[in-house]
């Protein structure tokens, strides 16, 4: 009696089992079914299509001969066309020819007439535009008298700068700016530094002798534009260079009763005050800054 029970759940599974095989047995068949009727549906349609295209398949195979004639008459009638374009390109060229030729008949008639009929008037015309030239050159030639002086002058304020400051400027890889008479003791050394102007910007490329703040010295430079005022700081600086050196030259070549010797900054800066004749040139570089100013720029640009 054990033994049954233990088998009827094992029959119960088996028939699950078997149930549900039935059920998609079913499906699928009832599935095959509709992908058959819808096979029978695509194939009636299909022969449908192939019916309706075979009459258009059969006309055009008719109208293929047909087409061709067409093709040969249409290119009669475009060569006939191109003919008859060309023929009338030609009558239109000449046509244009002849009416541009008349025109300028006419124009070259009516310009002589205006020559003939108003030569007198162009004559009196002609005295007044030459003695407006005459002015003119009159002018321009005062004009040349006046830069002619005025580039003398600067001449001279560069030759005064030159012979009293020592300063001289060179082309090169920058312009190279030299300063002589800093040295009391040694009025030919020189002292010199490079600067460059790269689009806006100034960059110092040497120093001789090395000064120190030079960077801080560019930099204000750069943002303030100012370089009449940096060319008067170096030349300063080296100033103190040269009066820091002779002073230590003084400690060590004479005692302390002898006369302390005087500063390169003492002779050259209060110069203007001492003679009255470098007071009035002082006056006149004042006046002409800004060209040396100029000058100077162009040689940076250059």
């Not at 007044?128 to 002619?148: G, M, P, S, T, Y």
Request: net charge neutral.
């Amino acid at each position: 009696m054990l033994s049954s029970l233990e088998g009827m759940p094992e029959m119960t599974a088996e028939e699950s089992t078997r149930r549900k095989m039935a059920q998609l047995r079913m499906a699928c068949e009832l599935e095959i079914r509709a992908c058959r009727e819808r096979s029978v549906v695509l194939a009636n349609s299909i022969r449908q299509s192939i019916n309706s295209i075979m009459p258009l398949h059969d006309k055009t195979l008719a109208n293929r001969g047909s087409l061709g004639k067409l093709k040969e008459h249409l290119k009669e009638l475009e060569a006939h066309f191109h003919e008859t374009l060309k023929v009338k390109a030609s009558k239109e060229a000449q046509r244009t020819a002849i009416t541009e030729a008349i025109s300028a008949v006419d124009v070259r008639i009516e310009h002589l007439q205006k020559i003939v009929h108003g030569q007198r008037g162009k004559r009196d015309e002609y005295k007044a535009v030459l003695k407006e030239q005459l002015l003119a050159l009159e002018k321009i030639e005062e004009k040349n008298k006046e830069d002619v002086v005025e580039s003398e002058k600067i001449q001279e304020v560069v030759a005064w700068y030159k012979r009293v400051l020592g300063f001289q400027i060179e082309g090169g890889d920058g312009v190279k700016f030299i300063f002589n008479k800093v040295d009391s003791k040694n009025p030919d050394k020189e002292y010199s530094f490079v600067a460059r102007l790269d689009g806006d910007k100034y960059t110092l490329l040497n120093c001789d002798p090395q000064l120190e703040d030079t960077d801080e010295l560019v930099e204000e430079l750069n943002r303030t534009n100012g370089f009449y005022k940096f060319v008067k700081v170096m030349r300063e600086k080296f100033l103190e260079v040269a009066r820091k050196g002779s002073a230590a030259d003084s400690d060590s070549s004479f005692s302390l009763s002898s006369p302390t010797p005087t500063s390169v900054e003492s002779r050259t800066e209060p110069l203007t005050h001492e003679d009255p004749c470098l007071q009035q040139k002082n006056k006149q570089l004042v006046s002409r800054r800004k060209v040396v100013s100029t000058e100077e720029q162009f040689y940076l640009h250059n």
